[in-house]
């Protein structure tokens, strides 16, 4: 992974709250267009068959609360980041319309660990 490559990322106190108590170890975020480029990159594979994405490797995330200088805040340690597609009942990706362009749902799955540092909880 990464050395200190940080996602930054706003969170309702609620759940910050569970991340730092251990309760909370996985934090989802959906990929859109207006938001891709935060969460995965466009690679070509090795076999030249087309384009293919992956996430982006952070080695941490800065959750913020709010936006006042004095809010709370932490660093988390990211052990693993996925990429999940969403199925419907019979296993078919599900697909949606934005802009006039389809899409397949998706999101990042980050799995969390250690507390790096934390402030204002």
Known sequence: ???????TLQIKREYLDK????EKKEEFRDI???NS????????PEDG???DIR?????????????KPDRPEAIIEVKKAEIEYIVDEEGKFVEYEENGEMY?????????????????I
């Open 1 to 7: 992974m990464i050395i200190n490559k940080t996602l």
């Open 19 to 22: 991340i730092i108590s251990g």
């Open 32 to 34: 859109r267009p207006n």
């Open 37 to 44: 480029k935060k969460y995965i990159e466009y690679f070509d």
């Open 49 to 51: 068959e087309g384009e």
């Open 55 to 67: 996430p982006i490797e952070y080695s941490q995330i800065q959750f913020f609360n709010g936006y």
């Open 104 to 120: 397949l749902k998706a999101q990042m799955v980050y799995s969390l660990g250690k507390i790096i540092t934390s402030k204002n």
